[in-house]
């Protein structure tokens, strides 16, 4: 059955390689159709033998994209792009076969992954992002031409095609932090006292004490030259947020740094005391930081007033269990049924993710699309872990991309 599977995987992806190359060179879209319809087929039959879900759930997407050009009789000339990356994907999955019939152990198979993963980058992350996902592209002028009005199967229509378009998206970022995780994981499987040393928590939190730091000058840089006097409070507030965040995360991260750099401690799994202390500042600080920027961009935006109360409440929750995993933990509860850290992690995403999206509904357009991605990248490393010791440095490279588009879309009213 594998054989078989892959057989019409590999025609698949041939039928989209040749459409891309008729695209491309030749400016003709004239076997889009034929290849969309082989990928519809494949993707139903797929879905009754592939026992992988989230394959499934690729192929519901696949089905969501196709359903929605053949449906609303989408003009290549409008989403000719849009078709053509998503063909473009499919050349990725070319090595994806071939890694089934080499040698794991042989230098084939090394170049085939690489190639993989290059690949995969380019076609399924960058580029769909640039041509289909990003503010502006042609994904949301095919949208507003053929679902703009208000008509339930617009509605519908309009639904699914977003649904499917981003559930895709998410899938390959999701997909990408498992090959980053898995070359990660070879790249530092070899011996030497430079990787040891890098890939470590050691330099994980002199990484970390520093890296929020950059949030500050983002934030005045996007901020100087605002004028509007209405808008100041919301900005400033954001800004100053900002600040208390980049203090409490030095403080945190640097008390554990030297805790690893005095040799006192070699596994940090639960705090001390002191530690306990930086940690609960730091939290606090993330909270504050993601009310400010809910406030700021929901006054700024004139949204829903009663989202703030939402928040203020979901935080102020999440704020009382923290407290009490705390002491719970000072009272000698050293085997909890989740992690310290991870349970911790865990009570403070909650309102935060509920903001993240009440600051997209708030902001109700496409300035927002950039800061929801950062948001899911930073899901994602936090999900899969895909830089061990250095994971959560990744995740602070998150925040700060996350914050810089925050900052965009405050500018975006005009403020």
């Not at 790249?187 to 890098?198: D, V």
Request: charged share 10%.
């Amino acid at each position: 059955m594998l054989h078989l599977q892959n057989a019409a995987l590999m025609a698949v992806c041939m039928a989209s390689t040749i459409s891309c190359f008729y695209y491309d060179y030749m400016n003709s879209t004239e076997t889009f159709n034929a290849t969309q319809v082989a990928i519809a087929l494949f993707s139903i039959a797929d879905l009754y033998y592939n026992k992988s879900y989230e394959l499934k759930i690729h192929h519901v997407f696949t089905l969501g994209i196709v359903g929605y050009n053949f449906y609303f009789g989408v003009d290549y000339a409008d989403s000719g792009i849009i078709v053509a990356s998503c063909f473009r994907t499919e050349m990725s999955t070319i090595f994806l076969i071939l890694k089934d019939y080499l040698d794991k152990r042989g230098t084939a198979y090394l170049v085939n992954s690489l190639l993989f993963f290059a690949l995969f980058l380019k076609f399924r992350i960058f580029d769909l992002y640039q041509n289909v996902i990003c503010p502006g592209s042609a994904l949301y002028l095919v949208s507003d031409k053929y679902t703009g009005s208000d008509e339930i199967s617009h509605c519908i229509g309009r639904t699914v095609y977003y649904v499917s378009t981003y559930g895709l998206y998410s899938l390959n970022i999701y997909w990408f932090a498992i090959l980053s995780k898995i070359l990660y994981k070879t790249l530092f499987a070899m011996k030497s006292r430079l990787l040891e040393s890098i890939n470590s928590e050691k330099m994980c939190q002199w990484l970390c004490s520093y890296t929020l730091w950059f949030n500050v000058p983002i934030c005045i840089w996007n901020y100087m030259d605002t004028v509007a006097a209405p808008s100041r409070p919301y900005l400033g507030g954001h800004l100053m947020a900002s600040i208390i965040l980049a203090v409490s995360s030095y403080k945190y991260h640097n008390y554990v740094y030297q805790q690893y750099h005095e040799g006192k401690i070699t596994e940090y799994p639960y705090p001390d005391m002191p530690g306990l202390s930086h940690l609960l500042s730091d939290k606090l600080a993330i909270h504050l930081q993601s009310v400010a920027t809910l406030v700021c961009i929901n006054r700024l935006y004139n949204a829903s007033p009663y989202m703030l109360a939402v928040s203020l409440i979901a935080h102020l929750t999440s704020i009382n269990s923290a407290v009490n995993h705390m002491l719970d933990f000072l009272q000698d509860d050293k085997n909890p049924r989740m992690g310290f850290f991870e349970k911790t992690q865990l009570i403070t995403i909650i309102p935060v993710g509920l903001d993240i999206g009440m600051i997209v509904l708030s902001a109700n357009s496409q300035s927002a699309i950039p800061f929801m991605w950062a948001s899911i990248w930073m899901a994602v490393i936090v999900h899969v872990q895909p830089f061990y010791k250095l994971n959560h440095f990744a995740l602070h490279l998150a925040i700060i991309a996350q914050t810089y588009y925050a900052c965009t879309i405050a500018l975006r009213t005009g403020a």
